[in-house]
């Protein structure tokens, strides 16, 4: 039965996120695939996790004996969250961009996640491998040649540690321009979102079914 880690971390509801509009094709062709499959789903947003702070930063670095009954509890949710990326086949993660960069939730679940020598800081990572699927949105245009091309800190950020620090196999599917309806300026440009978005479906619906069936293949 295989795994899939979907997390969201867009403040908006489907209706009127594109991340989240875009991963939902992703697992619809996904479930459709995996109709007994198990999709772990955390909503960053509606149920953020707590920011690293010094307790559980400093509790993977002690024995388990060793801890405090806070670092023991710290950790506990540090260890829930790695086990449910390393038990994963395959990781879908909406992305929006916001303020340049990824929203603070999912940096939470990045901060918390990070367990060095184990998901991170090993030639081994746990995780290592894993088929992962990142839908980053975004509301202006910030791809090779473009204006703000030197602005863009989502692909670049997550493929650095995701990717290269952890292993993970990252694919993703970049819906841009998705201001251009609401946005005094950017009226010329609603015809090359709407495409984008468009092209953004239709990846995340392939990704979803040949993810799913080179698993089965796998398996």
Known sequence: MATLLHLDSSVFPQDASVSRDVAASFRKAWEA?????????????????????????????????????????????????????????????????????????????????????RTFGTDSPSAAGTPTVVVASRGGGYGPGTPRESWEFVQNYLGKVLGEGMGLELEFIVPELTLAGRTPGMESLVDVAEASRTKAHEEAGTHGKSLAARLAAAA
């Open 33 to 117: 695939e995996h109709p007994d499959g198990r999709v772990v789903h955390r909503d960053l947003a509606a149920d953020p996790l707590p920011h690293l702070d010094g307790v559980a930063a400093s509790s993977a670095f002690v024995s388990p004996e060793a801890r405090t009954p806070e670092q023991a509890t710290a950790y506990a949710l540090r260890d829930e969250l790695a086990r449910e990326l390393e038990q994963a086949d395959a990781v879908l993660i909406g992305a929006p961009m916001y303020n340049f960069t990824i929203p603070s939730t999912l940096k939470a679940w990045m901060d918390q996640v990070i367990l060095n020598g």
